[in-house]
């Protein structure tokens, strides 16, 4: 399958990008393009001009900014997971980006591409939500900054105007916190079913703090509030957790189609989501 | 049209291409390099898998024109002509294929594991080979030859010494 015609320009620079984009009324930025290449492909849409970032070095910059990590929006995944601040400082951000896809996809696909994507079964957008990550926009006016709660809006719909590029991702870091991500599926190589992402603080195996991301549980990726609020002062043990983590599907209004009804999502939300909060305290 | 300037199995190359061109549409239609196949033209099957810049990707979804500047190794300059890099020994050896329509994706993923991880466990293995479906092996060949390879020490910058008779 072959996309529709395009017109194409291989931007410079992020002021370039968005001149471009502020020229057309039907431009779509390309990043790694892993998600939006199929898009094209299977002609679900058919702009009239790709404006490609993928030339723009500043945006592929993984920087630690003391209290916080800078993830340039065309970071491969592959860098971000080769990158040992991240490792250090963001296990659940990178727990879940390795378990994006596969391999190749991983090489060529970056962070600030699947966010602005919006996917709600995508693996990331969980993580950067409840690690309360900040999205940097730049628009011609000059840049402006989005709370992730604040950044998606609904099913493949974001904060990111139609002239506007995200360019960074900036999420404090989370020293000595553990983190596991618990993602759902039938078969390798599938989108979840539900995913849960769980950041956890420790002490002396009471949970202090909790930050829990839901993929796949709604238009978009959501936070379990209830259940970050009820972990306080648990014990990190199976009957400790288990009120808290019943409450993982409050609010959230999951899908029904072919791998499981909605009900099955929620069930499936509370379960993870306690495998994925003991697995984070006890590491 | 768009110019695009790159470098494909170490050969320098030139050409005006339609923007929507597919990076797996230029190698087969207009480079005549169809060792590279397409299996799903969905980014699922992994038969397409190339390496750009010396990393393997789907070259299937990739634009030829994001390969501008840039340097593809497809299967076909893994080795020199007339002998087989040892990826291709070790799927020869282990006899890891059978039709053999996701070889070619196959051993270009499976080097690439190798360079990033010269010495994989089974696990290892089998993640990384995750985006390759093969219909016909079972896989469990594959992973043996992926396993002989790794004991050979094999990765892109060594190409197996030894000829191959015609
Ligand atoms: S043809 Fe490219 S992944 Fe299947
Ligand atoms: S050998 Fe036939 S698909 Fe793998």
């Known amino acids: 399958m072959i996309p529709a015609k395009f017109d194409y320009l291989a931007a410079t620079s992020v002021e370039e990008a968005l001149s471009a984009l502020s020229q057309s009324d039907d431009a779509k930025v390309i990043a790694g393009g892993q998600s939006l290449l199929p898009v094209l492909r299977m002609r679900l849409n058919a702009p009239d001009l790709l404006v490609d ?92 900054t989005v709370a992730a709660v604040d950044f998606f809006e609904d099913l493949f719909t974001t904060a990111v105007g139609e002239d506007e590029l995200l360019t960074h991702i900036r999420i404090p870091k989370y020293d000595g916190w553990g983190s596991n991500y618990q993602k759902f599926v039938r078969v390798a190589h599938q989108w979840p079913i539900v995913a849960v992402g769980a950041a956890v603080k420790t002490d002396g195996g009471t949970i202090s703090e909790a930050r829990i991301g839901l993929v796949n549980m709604g238009s978009t990726a959501l936070r379990a509030r209830a259940t970050e609020q009820a972990l306080v002062g648990r ?46 305290a006890g590491g | 049209m768009a110019r695009i300037e790159l470098t494909v199995d170490g050969a320098q190359v030139s050409d005006d291409v339609e923007p929507r061109m597919l990076l797996v549409q230029y190698l087969r239609e207009k480079l005549g390099k169809t060792g590279t196949v397409i299996g799903c033209d969905t980014s699922n099957c992994g038969a397409c898998t190339v390496h750009l810049d010396g990393r393997s990707v789907k070259s299937c979804n990739v634009l030829a024109v994001q390969a501008n500047g840039h340097e593809v190794t497809t299967i076909e300059g893994l080795a020199e002509p007339g002998s087989l890099h040892a990826m291709q020994e070790a799927f020869h050896e282990c006899h890891a294929l059978q039709c053999g329509f996701c070889t070619p994706g196959m051993i270009m993923q499976s080097v690439d594991l190798l360079n990033d991880n010269p010495n994989p466990s089974e696990d290892e293995i089998r993640n990384g080979l995750e985006g390759n479906l093969c219909r016909c092996t079972g896989y469990h060949n594959i992973v043996r030859a992926v396993q002989a390879a790794a004991a050979a020490g094999a990765t892109t910058a060594q190409p197996a010494a030894e000829k191959v008779e015609a």
Do not use: F
Request: proline share 4%; glycine share 12%.
């Open chain 1, 53 to 144: 970032i993928g030339g723009i070095d500043t945006l592929k910059e993984i920087r630690d900014d003391g209290d916080s990590i800078v993830i340039g929006a065309m970071a491969p995944y592959y860098e971000i997971l080769a990158n040992d601040a991240v490792k250090n400082s963001l296990g659940l951000l990178h727990k879940a980006i390795s378990e994006v896809a596969d391999p190749q996809i991983r090489h060529r696909g970056t962070l600030g591409g699947a966010l602005v994507h919006a996917d709600p079964a995508g693996d990331c957008g969980a993580p950067v939500l409840a690690l309360d990550g900040e999205l940097v926009i730049a628009g011609q006016g000059g840049e402006r």
């Open chain 1, 235 to 280: 014990e990190a043990t199976v009957d400790g957790v288990r009120e808290a983590c019943d409450l993982a599907a409050e609010g959230a209004n999951p899908p029904s189609d072919l791998n499981g009804d909605a009900d099955y999502r929620r069930h499936l939300a509370t379960v993870l989501t306690r495998r994925a909060v003991l697995a984070a």
